[in-house]
């Protein structure tokens, strides 16, 4: 059947490489022509077909009151009336970095940019620029952007490097260094091999994964983590671009009690608008430019609409029963469905607050590579179902899902209901 997205995807195809101006929106894994979107209000997204589908990917997560939420239209609406954008500094920058500092204590100076790739790049060059080192070590399944030293997969050994694109040369991975998720011997490994000794710069890590599904690490390998890059004179880097204000409001470093030098903020920060932020000890982000010698600029970094729409989040966020309430929805949800999971034997939910994925084929996973060998047929099948039935789930099984303040129970019943009956009948 032609449906009107699918003449606007096929005029796409022409404009813009594979219809998507992001990888992951192709939903190639699915087989059908991809959503194109008019609008959302609340918890639901409507595609230029005026299907409506009730929605938990939640804009991969950026979106935690919902869409298109009235008091933040409200607020603006306001800000537009002074302006887009100013090139300078703005008085709405100090109330979100007074906010961020305030939940964030391992935070005490912050820099606004104007997304996660920007966030995790800068910071581990300042993370060089303090230590003056040059390696950095990452996890394989952590996703921190797209800047070349970054996108790299682990190979035979720890100097192994490998880049995941093309057109990376090889000297921009020849510094970055893999471990296994989870893996605390690996960990102990590397950072007693004699070549690397004093040439580590950063650690960075989601503590949380995201991108492999819903993956917490676990809270004794974190705190392990935490004592060995202080041993090393290491920056220990928490990517919180997913999981900041999301788990929680200190996110995931508040949940495991761990103290990161440095932290990456991303999606929620900005409200649903382009901006990120990275930030921590004062002793270190004092020696970014124009008071220290590492340099880093951007035009819309602080944009004064984008830190208006995310000083509004922050500000409900601090409502007493936020977060209860909004883990107490994703509790209810779920747990009828883990029970169902469970009962036949086909899988798992793992959650930490209002994010989980559901994981076919699997009891439990721990790293990317149990994340792969889940039954992912058998996930796009489940993916076309909800879609059929007016549901979008994060198109990937690789990614997590979001539980919105907007889902209203009616709309959570209806979702469960078809959820459990797909597992009925596998």
């Known amino acids: 059947m032609t449906t009107q997205s ?83 500094t703005c008085v709405q920058e100090k109330y979100l ?75 921009a991975v020849q510094y ?57 004179g290491t920056l220990l880097v928490f990517d919180e671009v997913v999981t900041g204000f999301r788990v929680g409001p200190g996110g995931a470093q508040e949940y495991f009690d761990i103290d990161p030098d440095l932290t990456c903020l991303g999606k929620i920060v900005g409200g649903g608008f382009p901006l990120a932020a990275y930030g921590g000890k004062r002793e270190y982000m004092d020696q970014l430019s124009p008071v220290g010698p590492i340099y880093q600029a951007g035009t819309l970094s602080g944009n004064p609409i984008a830190v208006t729409a995310g000083n509004y989040v922050l ?3 601090e409502e007493p029963n936020f977060y209860p309430e909004l883990n107490h929805k994703t509790n209810a949800f779920l747990s009828p469905i883990e029970d169902a999971l469970s009962q036949k034997k086909v899988g798992c939910i793992q959650k930490v607050g209002s994010m989980f994925t559901l994981f076919f084929g699997k009891e439990r996973v721990f790293n990317m590579q149990d994340s792969e060998q889940s039954n992912k047929t058998l996930f796009w099948k489940f993916f076309n179902t909800l879609f059929d039935q007016g549901v ?11 539980m919105m303040k ?17 597992i009925d009948q596998i």
């Open 406 to 422: 907007s889902h209203t129970e009616e709309h959570l019943a209806i979702v469960q209901e078809h959820i459990l009956d797909f």
């Open 176 to 232: 970055t260094l893999n471990l296994p998720y989870n893996d605390l011997e690996a960990l102990e490994k590397l950072f007693s091999m004699p070549e690397y000794k004093n040439k580590i710069a950063a650690v960075i890590i989601e503590p949380i994964a995201a991108n492999m599904g819903c993956v917490p690490s676990n809270v004794n390998y974190l705190k392990r983590l935490r004592e060995i890059t202080k041993q090393a």
């Open 315 to 317: 500000t409900q966020l």
């Open 97 to 171: 970095a007074q906010r961020i500092v305030k939940l964030m204590p391992s935070i005490e100076k912050v820099r606004f940019v104007s997304s996660g790739t920007e966030a995790t790049m800068y910071a581990l060059r300042l993370a060089r620029g303090v230590t003056e080192r040059d390696y950095i070590v990452k996890y394989k399944g952590n996703y921190h952007g797209c800047a070349d030293f970054l996108l790299t997969e682990a190979g035979s050994g720890f100097a192994t490097h490998k880049a995941v694109s093309k057109g990376i040369p090889d000297e």
């Open 6 to 88: 699918t003449l606007v995807y096929e005029e796409l195809l022409k404009l813009i490489p594979g219809g998507v101006s992001s990888p992951a929106r192709a939903i190639a894994g699915s087989n059908r022509t991809p959503p194109i979107l008019k609008s959302a209000k609340g918890d639901q997204i409507t595609d230029i077909n005026h299907s409506e589908f009730i929605d938990f990917c939640a804009s991969w997560g950026a979106l935690i009151l919902g869409h298109a939420d009235s008091g933040q239209i409200s607020e603006l609406a306001a800000a537009l009336q002074s302006g887009t954008s100013y090139g300078l």
């Open 392 to 402: 979008y789930w994060s198109p990937s099984p690789y990614e997590s899902c979001f």
